[in-house]
């Protein structure tokens, strides 16, 4: 008997909203912060009231009374998977009540996307074979959240008027039509109430909108590898859910969350609890690699090694990076009120001509270069970000998060700090997890440990789905 076909935008409108579909006045609670610390739905495409009710008419016997100790048989699992550009990064969570478990963590390196379409079926298969071999490794019919992660996705905050859900579902699909950036023909939408500072009687909503496409093609490749697809997700949301469980910041720091991956790095500017500017540049390792190719008129794969070797390690400066970090702060003062300045940190680095530069120094003045455009960028999104929220302007960080393959790049981290005066925290993300010792090797761990956030952030959705055995409790 051949298998039931199943259609993916069936299915998957079962989890989104359509962007043209009427809404209802359901009357669902909405979440108040983005941590998920309120209980309710911290996720990004959710499909609310359902989750609610589904629990409610398919709430497992072991939650209606019986013995806790008797709940703790079961090991509810429930898994994430993150399609990067040049790996799938794979997490299974299992939670008794009490204990969250790390059960498994793979890397599964894919053939790295370079925008060319006429390799994109090729990547796809790619992608296909990691899934299968992930999945080979895995318990068949895992339920999984997914990420997406593309600069087609709009993010954006926006105030409207206290009214109704019905009401306000309209007011943010005018809001939307209005900017023209979008098309609400094809495209999934969806909005959450956030703690912020808005007028009496309005909302704060944080607004995240993909194509349709988009969405379909990487929930029918994740179901057609053998797994059961319950969320979808932005990595920026579950970045912030996997930093939120394992540290915390103060209610008006501003955090500045950096995921620096092989196409793209992905910015997120956090006051609080709240995101109040998101966006993807397009500068991350596959540019530092390119600029390297570029400059020694190497192949690539000879610069990728080039770059892991030296990154910007062999600088050819006249002084330090402390002494550095003095020189630009006074440079600063003084043009404090210059919007376009740019100054950096390695400026002018170029030495004399007759000089002759090593392989090593060559790297670093390559890569430098491309660093510089995007600690550029990094600085016009937070001035842009203040603006809009009307604060002082200048640039004001108090705590950076830095994650991702591309955050590997040596002396990295001293050039943000260089670049801002403060330095970067150290996260673990497997701080105050159980490990399954038999699994995972603590090294292991450790090794991948900046690569996870997005797909840990996902799966800590085990605590809000209540995943129980044989799908008790899940939702659709």
């Not at 094809?186 to 309005?202: C, I, K, P, W």
């Not at 956090?270 to 500068?283: A, D, K, M, N």
């Not at 376009?340 to 940190?345: A, I, L």
């Not at 403060?422 to 603590?442: Q, S």
Request: glycine share 8%; hydrophobic share 40%; aromatic share 8%.
């Amino acid at each position: 008997m051949s298998p039931k076909k199943i259609d993916p935008r069936k299915v998957v409108s079962g989890i989104f909203t359509d962007a043209k579909e009427e809404a209802s006045d359901d009357g669902g609670k909405r979440m108040s912060s983005l941590l998920g610390d309120s209980g309710q739905n911290p996720g990004f495409f959710r499909n609310r009231g359902s989750k609610e009710s589904a629990a409610k008419k398919r709430q497992n016997p072991i939650e209606k009374g019986l013995p806790q100790f008797f709940n703790g048989l079961w090991q509810n699992e429930f898994g994430a998977i993150d399609l990067g550009n040049d790996s799938i990064k794979f997490i299974l969570l299992s939670f008794d009540g009490r204990k969250i478990r790390v059960k498994d963590v793979q890397i599964e390196k894919i053939l790295p996307i370079s925008g060319h379409e006429d390799i994109q079926a090729e990547r796809e298969k790619e992608i296909m074979d990691g899934l299968l071999r992930i999945a080979a490794r895995t318990r068949p019919k895992t339920c999984v959240s997914i990420s997406l992660n593309d600069p087609s996705l709009y993010i954006d905050s926006i105030n409207v008027p206290t009214v109704s859900e019905k009401e306000c579902r309209e007011l943010v699909q005018k809001t939307l039509a209005e900017k023209r950036l979008i098309d609400m023909d094809a495209s999934f939408f969806d909005y959450s109430e956030v703690d912020g500072e808005g007028l009496a009687d309005t909302r704060n909503l944080l607004v995240i909108a993909a194509p349709k496409d988009l969405v379909y093609r990487e929930y029918e490749m994740v179901r057609n590898a053998g797994f059961r697809v319950f969320g979808v997700e932005t990595n920026v949301l579950a970045t912030l859910q996997a930093l939120s469980q394992v540290t915390k910041w103060a209610q008006g720091e501003q955090i500045l969350i950096l995921d620096i991956g092989y196409r793209f790095t992905d910015l997120s500017i956090v006051l609080g609890e709240r995101i109040t500017f998101s966006r993807t540049i397009p500068i991350a390792g596959e540019r530092f690699t390119r600029a390297i190719q570029e400059r020694l008129g190497c192949a690539f794969d000879d610069a990728e090694i080039l770059k892991v070797k030296y990154g910007l390690s062999e600088l050819p400066r006249k002084t330090s990076l402390s002494e550095e970090s003095q020189e630009i702060k006074s440079s600063e003062a003084e043009t404090a009120d210059s919007a376009d300045k740019t100054q950096g940190p390695f400026e002018a680095l170029e030495p004399d001509p007759q000089k002759n530069l090593s392989e090593a120094e060559q790297v670093s003045v390559a890569v430098v270069t491309e660093v510089e455009k995007l600690l550029a960028e990094i600085e016009r999104s937070f001035q842009f970000a203040v603006t809009r929220e009307s604060r002082s302007q200048g640039i004001q960080i108090d705590n950076i998060f830095l994650m991702g393959g591309g955050a590997r790049l040596l002396r990295l981290k001293d050039a943000l700090r260089a670049r801002w005066g403060i330095p970067v925290r150290e996260v673990n993300f497997w701080d105050g997890f159980a490990i399954n010792e038999k699994r995972l090797d603590r090294e292991f761990l450790s090794e991948v440990n900046d690569l996870v956030p997005v797909s840990l952030g996902l799966a800590l959705r085990i605590k809000e789905w209540k995943v129980l055995p044989f799908g008790w409790g899940m939702p659709g």
